[in-house]
């Protein structure tokens, strides 16, 4: 079982859709979290930390869920350029384990 | 601005060369890995770096080694390349923190004929 999993899509919206993805992972002692978005061809950068009382920015809310040991991003509005993987990251002590990422395809 | 430089964005080389990834961040931060990247594998950890001269094994370290001399730079070797090790290679960069955001390279694609 890998420790963090994700559906790899991809996931074909229309523009202004709302679109969610779920992430789980395994090791009940993670400390940290986080959305990372990858481009094509680029390498990940940062989207947003997740925090335990869910945070928002922007068009975009991430929400963890400790007893299930879940994450989720929800997307609102979805613009073309929100095309890109998505990548959930879990962190123990200074590490950091990666999804398989779940891939985002917005049409007009 | 946070800069992680690599030294090639392409590589090509034959089975059997030893290979060396170059990996320089601008931002004085302490720790370093390196990961690679496969499709429906996603990133994989392979070495890391919490302090000049001082290297953790990752999650599939077999077949590399790595270096860190100085502070600001962390290098990745492949002893003797195989086919198998033809991935994208990843270099990150973060300060000494679990909460803090793990900055990337452009990364290097390695493909070993």
């Known amino acids: 079982r890998k420790e963090v999993e994700q559906d790899p899509g991809p996931f074909n919206v229309p523009e202004g859709a709302t679109v969610a993805f779920n992430c789980t992972y395994s090791?009940?002692?993670?400390?940290?979290f986080f959305w990372y978005r990858q481009d094509c061809r680029k390498e990940p950068k940062l989207l947003m930390s997740v925090y335990s009382s869910g945070n928002e920015d922007g068009r975009f809310t991430a929400q963890l869920n400790r007893a299930s040991q879940y994450i989720s991003l929800l997307i609102r509005d979805s613009k073309l350029s929100d095309s890109a993987t998505y990548l959930c990251?879990?962190?123990?002590?200074?590490?950091?384990?990666f999804g398989g990422g779940t891939r985002l395809m917005v049409k007009p | 601005d946070v800069k992680v430089t690599q030294s090639s964005r392409y590589l090509v080389k034959r089975t059997g060369e030893k290979v060396f990834l170059e990996c320089v961040q601008d931002m004085d931060h302490e720790n370093m890995f390196w990961y690679r990247q496969d499709p429906g594998l996603g990133l994989r950890l392979i070495y890391f770096?919490?302090?000049?001269?001082?290297?953790e094994k990752g999650d599939i370290p077999e077949g590399y080694s790595v270096s860190r001399e100085k502070k600001e730079r962390f290098s990745l070797i492949l002893e003797s390349a195989s086919t198998n090790q033809t991935s994208m290679y990843l270099c990150?960069?973060?300060?000494?923190?679990?909460?803090?955001?793990?900055?990337f390279g452009p990364g290097t694609r390695l493909t070993v004929l």
């Open positions: 090791n009940s002692a993670s400390q940290s």
């Open positions: 770096s919490y302090d000049v001269k001082m290297k």
């Open positions: 990150a960069s973060t300060r000494q923190s679990t909460y803090n955001e793990q900055f």
């Open positions: 990251v879990v962190g123990a002590g200074n590490m950091l384990t």
